[in-house]
């Protein structure tokens, strides 16, 4: 069965770094387009970034461009959101997420993982 | 950029009919997804491409969409479907969510 589950989270430091991980099961990861996405505590989901299933196209919120960077090893099955010079408002859940078509850019989610609690704090 | 306005919450009567909106510029010519969320659970998509149902949603749950407005509707709603509802576009370079609606079944 498909299986997303994310690591990496944790307190940090506003300015710094931390690295996401989402390691994907169950089905031929290569072959989807995968999307992160947060949600602050009691509050609604936000698109994070998307890229295409092997790589080649990514794309940002704009609050995040610049300072995250998606990426996506296919031999290991696994997605990354590296970010730096987090912030306050970045603290969130991260959740990775499939495309339900496959190769499109831009569809529906049909599975998304649990997540991984990011904070920001001194 | 592209905003998508819900009703914060939506109460409706077990066996009663919930509408939940999703207001947007034109919303009529996007497609439209739709999530449910409960507490500490992962999202679930519940209506795709405006008003198609993924297998295993019961047909209680249906979606429309046209001018400014998209439409999600639960149908004989029960205890169960109580959570936190989210629709969902493409605009432009960026995936955008609604601010999401709690139904409460009261």
């Known amino acids: 069965q498909v299986q997303l589950v994310e690591s990496g989270g944790g307190v940090v430091q506003p300015g710094r770094s931390l690295r996401l991980s989402c390691a994907a099961s169950?089905?031929?990861?290569?072959?989807?387009?995968m999307h992160w996405v947060r949600q602050a505590p009691g509050k609604g989901l936000e698109w994070v970034a998307l890229?295409?299933?092997?790589?080649?196209?990514?794309y940002y919120e704009d609050s995040v461009k610049g300072r995250f960077t998606i990426s996506r090893d296919n031999s290991k099955n696994t997605l990354y959101l590296q970010m730096h010079s987090l912030r306050g408002d970045d603290t969130a859940v991260y959740s990775c997420?499939?495309?339900?078509?496959?190769?499109?850019?831009?569809?529906?989610?049909?599975?998304w993982g649990l997540g991984t609690l990011v904070t920001v704090s001194s | 950029s592209y905003v998508l306005t819900q009703p914060p919450s939506v109460s409706v009567a077990p066996g009663k009919t919930a509408r939940i909106t999703c207001g947007g510029n034109n919303i009529g010519i996007k497609s439209v997804h739709w999530y449910q969320q409960k507490p500490g659970q992962a999202p679930v998509l519940v209506i795709y491409?405006?008003?198609d149902r993924p297998s295993g949603i019961p047909e209680r749950f249906s979606g429309s969409n046209s001018g400014n407005t998209a439409t999600l509707t639960i149908s004989r709603v029960e205890a169960g479907d109580e959570a936190d509802y989210y629709c969902q576009v493409w605009d432009s370079i960026s995936m955008v969510f609604g601010g999401g609606t709690k139904l409460t079944v009261l």
């Open positions: 997420a499939r495309v339900g078509e496959g190769q499109q850019l831009v569809s529906y989610f049909d599975y």
């Open positions: 890229i295409s299933y092997d790589g080649s196209n990514k």
């Open positions: 491409y405006d008003s």
């Open positions: 169950g089905f031929t990861f290569s072959s989807y387009t």
